[in-house]
């Protein structure tokens, strides 16, 4: 049986979040040599610095660099500092295997990679990562058939997007709302998402919704709103992008059926709350969207600790201490130092692995994970906000 731990910032890193040693940058050429030894440890991430899911990949990538950046300033790992860097792929998976290519191919190789934003991406890389004997750590998919496919190297930190499914479909029966319709783009994440949707609705004898497509890439919004419209529906399910979400919230907006008490809206996590508000406006009002972590600006531990990392490398605006993305990045980097100590002083990429799996039961106060031998997905933590009135967002 796995033993019970509890994840510790002060026994791990140290108190004290005064200090940033080796500055974490965009990626960048190293004089290292293969074989060398070296006084870093690499860690590589690419991610969506820009594209769709910017909003995203940007914060998560602040939240992780906070982290690491409170490692080092603790001494790092065995006296080793972390390098993290990252390359924009665009949400594109084809330049996320060109990025993944050049990492493993640099002199100093990383020793895991991590962070990669997207379904797509992580699908794609992942056979990189095991060829490479490298783990691919946090990736910010929730796709449930790619957590259940057998991936060796791929550890998850948050769970599936039926886990956020179940949790707005089990609060939607609460409230009485049976009138479903669901929002969702025309590719792999948004048929799968909405064939959850029905598996559901069928095992709860509930009544199909009315599933109402776009194309990712030519969106036509006011069709999708003008079918919405015509369905006789209470709330609307939301498998989609905020950018098309906030789109969709304005169109109906316009015709007098959007905001709070007349539709429902609800989204899983891949929406940003921030990125909804400043593209929809008012029209958000309302809006729910599934978190996969605690609140960072809540009174828990946690939080404390990722405010005061964030506020250490100049993040202190309430956009970025308040971002549920920056957590996700700062709490899965948490992870992986942990990791990296418990693989020892001569830490490699199979140590690396080995100690991900014998992380066992981790406590990072309301939020559990647990890792084992074949048990790569940690968590399956779920928490709804709600955009309010004047724009901000409650739990």
Same mark, same amino acid.
Request: glycine share 12%.
């Given at each position: 049986?796995?033993?019970?731990?509890?994840?510790?910032?002060?026994?791990?890193?140290?108190?004290?979040? *005064?200090?940033?040693?080796?500055?974490?940058?965009?990626?960048?050429?190293?004089?290292?040599?293969?074989?060398?030894?070296?006084?870093?440890?690499?860690?590589?991430?690419?991610?969506?610095?820009?594209?769709?899911?910017? /909003?995203?990949?940007?914060?998560?990538? *602040?939240?992780?660099?906070?982290?690491?950046?409170?490692?080092?300033?603790?001494? %790092?790992? &065995?006296?080793?500092?972390?390098?993290?860097?990252?390359?924009?792929?665009?949400?594109?998976?084809?330049?996320?295997?060109?990025?993944?290519?050049?990492?493993?191919?640099?002199?100093?190789?990383?020793?895991?990679?991590?962070?990669? *934003?997207?379904?797509?991406? *992580?699908?794609?890389?992942?056979?990189?990562?095991? /060829?490479?004997?490298?783990?691919?750590?946090?990736?910010?998919? %929730?796709?449930?058939?790619?957590?259940?496919?057998?991936?060796?190297?791929?550890?998850?930190?948050?769970?599936?997007?039926?886990? $956020?499914?179940?949790? @707005?479909?089990?609060?939607?029966?609460? @409230?009485?709302?049976?009138?479903?319709?669901?929002?969702?783009?025309?590719?792999?994440? %948004?048929?799968?998402?909405?064939?959850?949707?029905?598996?559901?609705?069928?095992?709860?004898?509930?009544?199909?919704?009315? #599933?109402?497509?776009?194309?990712?890439?030519?969106?036509?919004?006011?069709? #999708?709103?003008? #079918?919405?419209?015509?369905?006789?529906?209470?709330?609307?399910? &939301?498998?989609?992008?905020?950018?098309?979400?906030?789109?969709?919230?304005?169109?109906?907006?316009?015709?007098?059926?959007?905001?709070?008490?007349?539709?429902?809206?609800?989204?899983?996590? @891949?929406?940003?709350?921030?990125?909804?508000?400043?593209?929809?406006?008012?029209?958000?009002?309302?809006?729910?969207?599934?978190?996969?972590?605690? =609140?960072? #600006?809540?009174?828990?531990?946690?939080?404390?600790?990722?405010?005061?990392?964030?506020?250490?490398?100049?993040?202190?605006?309430? /956009? =970025?201490?308040?971002?549920?993305?920056?957590?996700?990045?700062?709490?899965?980097?948490?992870?992986?130092?942990?990791?990296?100590?418990?693989?020892?002083?001569? @830490?490699?990429?199979?140590?690396?692995?080995?100690?991900? /799996?014998?992380?066992?039961?981790? $406590?990072? %106060?309301?939020?559990?994970?647990?890792?084992?031998?074949?048990?790569?997905?940690?968590?399956?933590?779920? =928490?709804?906000?709600?955009?309010?009135?004047?724009?901000?967002?409650?739990?």
């Amino acid at each position: 049986m796995l033993s019970r731990r509890t994840f510790s910032l002060q026994a791990l890193m140290g108190a004290l979040y *005064t200090t940033t040693q080796a500055p974490l940058a965009l990626a960048q050429g190293t004089t290292a040599q293969k074989g060398r030894a070296s006084n870093t440890l690499r860690v590589a991430q690419s991610a969506a610095l820009s594209g769709p899911q910017a /909003e995203v990949g940007i914060a998560f990538n *602040t939240g992780a660099k906070a982290a690491f950046a409170a490692a080092n300033g603790a001494g %790092g790992v &065995h006296g080793r500092q972390i390098e993290f860097v990252s390359l924009d792929d665009g949400y594109d998976p084809n330049r996320a295997v060109q990025n993944t290519r050049q990492f493993l191919g640099d002199g100093e190789a990383p020793v895991a990679l991590f962070g990669y *934003t997207g379904t797509g991406s *992580t699908k794609a890389v992942a056979p990189l990562a095991k /060829e490479a004997g490298a783990v691919l750590f946090a990736p910010i998919s %929730g796709s449930d058939a790619l957590q259940t496919d057998s991936q060796p190297q791929v550890f998850f930190v948050r769970g599936t997007y039926s886990d $956020e499914i179940k949790k @707005i479909l089990q609060h939607l029966t609460t @409230i009485g709302s049976h009138g479903l319709g669901v929002f969702y783009q025309n590719d792999g994440f %948004g048929q799968g998402a909405l064939a959850l949707v029905k598996e559901y609705a069928s095992q709860h004898k509930l009544p199909q919704p009315a #599933a109402v497509a776009y194309e990712p890439q030519q969106p036509d919004i006011r069709a #999708a709103a003008k #079918a919405l419209q015509e369905a006789r529906i209470q709330a609307v399910l &939301h498998l989609s992008s905020a950018q098309y979400s906030a789109q969709l919230l304005k169109e109906l907006d316009l015709a007098g059926v959007a905001g709070n008490g007349r539709l429902y809206h609800y989204g899983v996590s @891949i929406i940003s709350a921030r990125n909804l508000v400043r593209e929809a406006g008012k029209s958000a009002h309302g809006f729910v969207i599934a978190n996969r972590v605690p =609140d960072p #600006a809540g009174p828990t531990g946690i939080a404390s600790e990722f405010r005061r990392a964030m506020q250490a490398i100049g993040s202190n605006g309430k /956009e =970025d201490l308040t971002s549920a993305a920056a957590m996700e990045g700062y709490i899965s980097a948490r992870l992986l130092v942990k990791a990296m100590h418990n693989a020892g002083p001569k @830490i490699d990429r199979a140590a690396l692995r080995n100690a991900l /799996e014998g992380l066992g039961r981790q $406590e990072i %106060g309301p939020f559990t994970l647990t890792y084992g031998p074949g048990k790569h997905r940690g968590s399956s933590f779920v =928490d709804l906000v709600m955009v309010r009135g004047d724009l901000t967002v409650a739990r």
